[in-house]
């Protein structure tokens, strides 16, 4: 599943925002422990995020009550991949529910059109100038939700031009974000992805070495477990090198890009790890699920209460 289908499958449900009754506890006979216990509506140990449709059929298509159900299994974030574009009442209303219940918004994408195509490594001003403008508007929409952190993709290679001069334009153009970002206390983080090759920063060093130059608490790393697994392996070690700079952790399988148990990465390992580095922040759960239906969408719960059974 490549990044444009699975945001398409993420939006499928997008449509009546509507104010519902919370679904109490759907995953309490199935979400339990080896001795039987339940565990729905407990915390977890690391703060992970569904997002829109990842629970259609256990609670509906309205997102506000997937949020709702979300909350009652235990999930105290969400992303939401589209929320530039939903109308300002719409972002409203997320909004508004996320501080009722507590819960905080993970990253949503700063997303002008100019993402999947050749366009900051050009330097070309057209290409900036629209990207400042999206960040404009991206810290308008951040406040109707409270959100903190906002993904970040610099576009395709620029093949008539050099790696340094390529590296220099997107340099410029993420130093213009992040002057539009810091005020603010929104941290722009640069996603490593690894869909086509004609991507920019496909590397977690690559990204790292940005940062690093833009020199901003404003411009850092989403390291994405799916995409970096299939990049670059060594995991663990990827993550310690260039820990000072991560901010955001997205999570998915491979191969298939579903949930944790589903492909061949330690997520019980990695999240341990995580969790005595001291990370705090949100951890999205960008995938899809393996199962159809509602037996498939309990199972997911169910992959994040094994995984994240680390401690014991």
């Not at 992303?79 to 819960?103: C, F, H, P, W």
């Not at 590296?167 to 722009?188: C, K, Q, S, T, W």
């Amino acid at each position: 599943m490549n990044r444009i289908e699975f945001l398409k499958n993420s939006f499928v449900a997008t449509g009546a925002l509507v104010a519902g009754s919370s679904i109490n506890g759907l995953a309490a006979d199935k979400t339990t422990t080896g001795q039987g216990s339940t565990l729905a509506g407990k915390t977890f140990n690391l703060d992970y995020a569904p997002h829109q449709g990842m629970f259609k059929n256990n609670a509906g298509d309205s997102f506000l009550d997937q949020i709702r159900f979300m909350h009652d299994q235990g999930f105290r974030s969400i992303e939401d991949n589209g929320y530039l574009g939903r109308s300002v009442d719409e972002q409203t209303k997320i909004g508004d529910l996320l501080a009722k219940l507590g819960m905080r918004m993970g990253v949503f994408v700063v997303d002008g059109g100019d993402n999947w195509k050749t366009s900051l490594t050009t330097g070309k001003k057209e290409f900036k100038d629209k990207f400042v403008e999206t960040c404009k508007k991206s810290v308008e929409a951040a406040k109707r939700c409270n959100a903190k952190w906002l993904t970040v993709v610099p576009g395709f290679y620029e093949r008539k031009l050099p790696y340094g001069n390529q590296f220099a334009n997107v340099i410029d153009a993420m130093r213009a974000g992040a002057e539009i970002f810091e005020p603010h206390g929104l941290i722009m983080v640069l996603e490593t992805l690894s869909d086509t090759p004609e991507l920019f920063l496909q590397q977690t060093h690559e990204t790292y070495a940005v940062c690093k130059a833009v020199q901003s608490p404003s411009c850092k790393i989403l390291y994405d477990i799916y995409h970096m697994q299939k990049t670059e392996g060594q995991l663990i070690v990827n993550i310690d090198r260039c820990w000072d700079e991560i901010a955001y952790i997205q999570i998915g399988d491979n191969p298939g890009r579903n949930e944790p148990t589903t492909g061949e990465i330690n997520y019980k390992n990695l999240f341990k790890h995580l969790y005595e580095k001291g990370y705090k922040g949100v951890m999205g759960m960008e995938h899809g699920n393996s199962k159809p239906g509602k037996e498939g969408e309990l199972r997911v719960i169910q992959a994040y209460r094994e995984e994240d059974n680390f401690l014991s």
